[in-house]
C-alpha cells in the first residue's frame, strides 16, 4: 500500500501540469512497478499510453515524482496486460482519482473562500487560457498587448482598460487569460472575474435580502476587477447605477479594472452617460475579425488541440469561407471531428463544401468553382510532383532538394512511392530525379512511408486525394 500512497501523490502534483483531457485520454490506470532511489517503474494500460507518456509528459511526470521523492533521476513506463485485475489493489483508476481529488479541492475552497477573495468559481474560469495560446492577428495586436502590459504591472498601467469588438473573436478567452496570469503572480490579491449577467443576478439577490451595502463591501475589497459583457447591462439603470458606484471606489482605491463590451463606449446608447464617461478614463482598444491567414491558423491549432488533422485543402476552404467569427470555426471543426468518431470516414473537400453550402457559408460561386476543380491526367514525374507540392502547399524545390524538415520529407516521400508504386518507375530512376539520394535512401523512403500509411489514416486519405486527382 505504500506504492498505492505514493503514486496517489505523485499524481496529486501531476493534475495542476496538465489539461483536464490529456490526463484522462492517456493516464487512464496507472500503478507502481518497481522503484529504488534513481527510478521508478511505472505499470500502463497499452503500448500506445505508454509510448505518448513518454513522448508527452516525461518531463511533467518525473518533476511530479521528484516532488514526492528528491532523488529519483529517472522514470520509466511499461505495460501491464493484467492491469485491469481487480484484485490489484495498486492499481489506481486516474478519472476516478481525478474526480475525488476535485471533489476536495472545491470543498476546501468552499470553507476557506469567500466570494470576494478570488472568485475562481466552478466553469467560470478556463485554465487553458493562457496569453501563449492565444492567436494574434493584426487586428487583435493592440488588445493584446494590452492585457499583457496589465498582467505584468496591474494597478500601474492602462487603468480602466476597455476592451471592444464583435461576439466570438475571443474577448473572453483574452481576459482570462489575464486573470490567470494574474492570479498566479499575486495569489494573495483578490483578482475577480465575472460577467455581466452574474453581477446582475447577484445584485437582485442582494436587493431581495436588503444586503446591497455587504454586496459593494465585498466588491471594494476586490485588486483586480474584471467584468466580462458588460453589453448585458443595456437598459438595466438600478444594476448600472451600482456598478458605477463599485467603479468609483475601486477606481479611487487604485485598483485595476478591465471590461469588455461588444461596441466601442461612444456607441452605448442604452448606457448611464455617467459609467460610459467612467469606461474612457483608460484606455479603449478594439478586437477587428481575423483576415484569411489568421483564420487558417486557428483552425489548424484548434485542430492540433484536439489530435486531428485536417488536409490542407480542406482546411483552406473552410477558412476562405467561414469568416464572421472563431465560434463558427470551432463549430465546424467539431461536426469534422465528430463525423470521423462517429464513421471513421475522413474529411472529403466536396463533402465538406456541401455541408458548408447548406449552412449557408459558402456562395453559389464559391461552390460552382471549388465542384469544378478539373483531375489532371499524368504524363510524366513532374505531374506527380506538381500534384504533390500543390497538395501540400510548398514549392516543387523542397521536394526535390535535401532538406529534413518533417513538413518536407512526408511531401517527398509521397513522391517516390507514387513513382515507385504507380508509374513503375524503378528506385534508380528515382534516384535520378532526387539526385542527391542514393538507391537505399530512395528504397528506405519508400518503405517508410508503406508502414506510415498502415498507421496514419490521415495520411493515407492525403495520399488517396492526390491519387483521384492524377487519375492514380
Same mark, same amino acid.
Given at each position: 500500500?505504500?506504492?498505492?500512497? +505514493?503514486?496517489? *501523490? ?22 507502481? &512497478?518497481?522503484?529504488?532511489? /534513481? ?9 500506445? =499510453?505508454?509510448?505518448?507518456? /513518454? ?28 492491469? %485491469? ?33 478570488? =472568485?475562481?468559481?466552478?466553469?467560470? !474560469? ?44 475571443? @474577448? ?16 494573495? +490579491? ?20 436588503? +444586503? ?8 471594494? %475589497?476586490?485588486?483586480? &476587477? ?27 482605491? *487604485? +485598483?485595476?479594472?478591465? !471590461?469588455?463590451? %461588444?461596441?466601442?463606449? @461612444?456607441?452605448? /446608447? *442604452? ?27 486557428? #483552425? ?8 486531428? =488533422? ?7 476552404? $473552410? ?49 460552382? *468553382? ?5 483531375? $489532371? ?16 502547399? !510548398?514549392?516543387? /524545390? ?10 518536407? =520529407? ?19 530512376? !528515382? ?22 500509411? @498502415?498507421?496514419?489514416?490521415?495520411? #493515407? ?12
Amino acid at each position: 500500500m505504500e506504492k498505492n500512497y +505514493k503514486l496517489k *501523490n505523485i499524481l496529486l502534483n501531476l493534475i495542476p501540469e496538465i489539461k483536464k483531457q490529456d490526463f484522462l485520454v492517456y493516464f487512464r490506470k496507472i500503478s507502481i &512497478l518497481a522503484e529504488n532511489n /534513481e527510478k521508478i517503474t511505472f505499470w500502463v494500460v497499452s503500448t500506445f =499510453m505508454k509510448n505518448n507518456l /513518454e513522448a508527452k509528459f516525461y518531463d511533467k511526470i518525473l518533476r511530479a515524482t521528484q516532488k514526492e521523492k528528491e532523488t529519483i533521476e529517472k522514470i520509466e513506463f511499461k505495460v501491464d496486460n493484467e492491469i %485491469d485485475n481487480p484484485s490489484n489493489l495498486n492499481v489506481i483508476n486516474c478519472a476516478t482519482f481525478l474526480k475525488e481529488a476535485w471533489k476536495k479541492v472545491n470543498k476546501k475552497d468552499t470553507k476557506k473562500q469567500s466570494i470576494g477573495s478570488t =472568485m475562481k468559481e466552478k466553469n467560470t !474560469i478556463n485554465s487553458r487560457y493562457d496569453f501563449q495560446n492565444f492567436i494574434v492577428w493584426v487586428d487583435n495586436q493592440l488588445a493584446f498587448s494590452a492585457c499583457e502590459a496589465v498582467a505584468k504591472n496591474p494597478w500601474k498601467s492602462y487603468n480602466p482598460l476597455y476592451i471592444y469588438g464583435d461576439v466570438w473573436l475571443w @474577448k473572453t478567452h483574452l481576459l482570462q487569460a489575464t486573470w490567470n496570469d494574474i492570479y498566479k503572480k499575486y495569489k494573495w +490579491k483578490k483578482v475577480v472575474y465575472t460577467t455581466a449577467d452574474k453581477f446582475i443576478t447577484e445584485y437582485i439577490s442582494a436587493v431581495k435580502k436588503r +444586503k446591497v451595502e455587504m454586496l459593494r463591501q465585498k466588491f471594494s %475589497d476586490i485588486d483586480v &476587477l474584471i467584468i466580462d459583457d458588460v453589453q448585458f447591462l443595456a437598459k438595466k439603470e438600478q444594476t448600472q447605477n451600482e456598478l458605477y458606484n463599485i467603479f468609483n471606489l475601486l477606481y479611487d482605491q *487604485n +485598483k485595476q479594472i478591465i !471590461i469588455s463590451w %461588444d461596441r466601442a463606449p @461612444k456607441e452605448l /446608447e *442604452n448606457l448611464e452617460p455617467r459609467l460610459r464617461s467612467r469606461f474612457e478614463w483608460g484606455i479603449t482598444v478594439d478586437i477587428g475579425k481575423p483576415d484569411f491567414e489568421t483564420r487558417l491558423a486557428i #483552425l489548424q491549432e484548434k485542430a492540433r488541440e484536439r489530435e486531428f =488533422m485536417v488536409p490542407q485543402d480542406i482546411a483552406e476552404f $473552410i477558412a476562405a469561407n467561414v469568416t464572421e467569427n472563431i465560434r463558427e470555426l470551432e463549430w465546424i471543426l467539431n461536426q469534422l471531428i465528430a463525423e470521423y468518431e462517429l464513421t471513421g470516414k475522413t474529411p472529403e473537400l466536396n463533402k465538406i463544401a456541401e455541408k458548408l453550402k447548406k449552412l449557408s457559408f459558402t456562395t453559389d460561386i464559391l461552390w460552382a *468553382n471549388k465542384k469544378e476543380t478539373a483531375k $489532371i491526367q499524368i504524363k510524366s514525374y513532374e505531374d506527380i510532383i506538381d500534384a504533390v507540392s500543390r497538395h501540400f502547399w !510548398i514549392e516543387k /524545390e523542397w521536394i526535390l532538394w535535401e532538406n529534413r524538415k518533417k513538413e518536407f =520529407m512526408i511531401p517527398r516521400q509521397v513522391s517516390m512511392y507514387l513513382l515507385k508504386t504507380k508509374m513503375n518507375y524503378t528506385y534508380e530512376r !528515382i534516384w535520378n530525379i532526387f539526385s542527391w539520394r542514393n538507391h537505399a535512401a530512395v528504397l528506405y523512403s519508400c518503405r517508410k512511408l508503406e508502414k506510415l500509411i @498502415k498507421k496514419d489514416n490521415v495520411l #493515407l486519405n492525403e495520399l488517396n486525394i492526390i491519387r483521384e486527382t492524377i487519375w492514380l
